[in-house]
């Protein structure tokens, strides 16, 4: 891993790199016309566009998984970015009123000449948080779905009901993909963290798991099962 203008940057496979910011990381993909930048971390200001200049010459479009800060922060440099309609509410009550935002909606292909990237929308986390999924390459960008890390499910707009139902669809598709490229803790991780993070969900919804303080001061309960964390 390099470091440039404070963040870390891995190549993760040709075309594709893991940029982080300790905390997050996005990660920007190229095809043969153009690259597209899945989120854009925290930290706002235009660091992030000129770190992206120096990995790619192309156009560059960015596309956020969901509203949250942490994804959303260094959008400045790209221009007007992809988010699902059931996440503007959200995105311009945070700071963003007078951006445009262009819709994306569930089964939307995103073309990057030679590479595509499908649209598939996952509600729970937050009500509009989409993946993409590159079929060609088996790789599913996740969001904040997936993490060795934790996974915020709780305050307004999650639901853990929800984000059930978009793990077991996620899971329908697993023939589609073999690499999960997550935004918090590590970047990549097997398709068993599908099941183990269902597990850990249901067991969570049965009330079958036993909550203990969060890490840091959080209105919630952090909840633990096979290396899945749940904020609840």
Not at 65 to 78: A, K, L
Not at 160 to 180: G, N, P, Q, R, T
């Amino acid at each position: 891993m390099t470091t440039n203008n404070g963040f870390g940057v891995n190549q993760l496979a040709e075309g594709l790199w893991a940029i982080d910011e300790g905390m997050v990381c996005c990660f920007l993909i190229c095809g043969e016309d153009r690259a597209l930048l899945i989120d854009s971390c925290i930290s706002t200001g235009t660091a992030l566009s000129e770190l992206v200049k120096t990995l790619t010459d192309k156009p560059v479009e960015l596309v956020f998984t969901h509203s949250d800060r942490d994804h959303t922060g260094g959008q400045d440099g790209f221009g007007t970015a992809l988010l699902h309609p059931s996440e503007f509410q959200n995105y311009f009550s945070k700071g963003n009123e007078d951006r445009l935002v262009k819709t994306v909606w569930e089964g939307d292909l995103i073309d990057l000449g030679g590479r595509n990237l499908e649209v598939v929308l996952v509600p729970g986390h937050t009500p509009g948080s989409i993946a993409l999924l590159e079929r060609e390459e088996g790789w599913l960008f996740s969001g904040d779905v997936f993490s060795d890390y934790w996974i915020h499910l709780f305050g307004a707009g999650r639901s853990l009901v929800a984000f059930i139902e978009s793990l077991k669809k996620l899971e329908s598709m697993s023939d589609s993909y073999d690499v999960i490229h997550a935004c918090h803790g590590s970047s990549t991780l097997g398709k068993e963290w599908v099941s183990k993070t269902i597990r850990a969900a249901e067991k969570l919804l049965a009330g079958e798991l036993e909550g203990k303080d969060p890490p840091r001061a959080m209105p919630c309960k952090a909840y633990s099962h096979e290396g899945v964390t749940l904020l609840y």
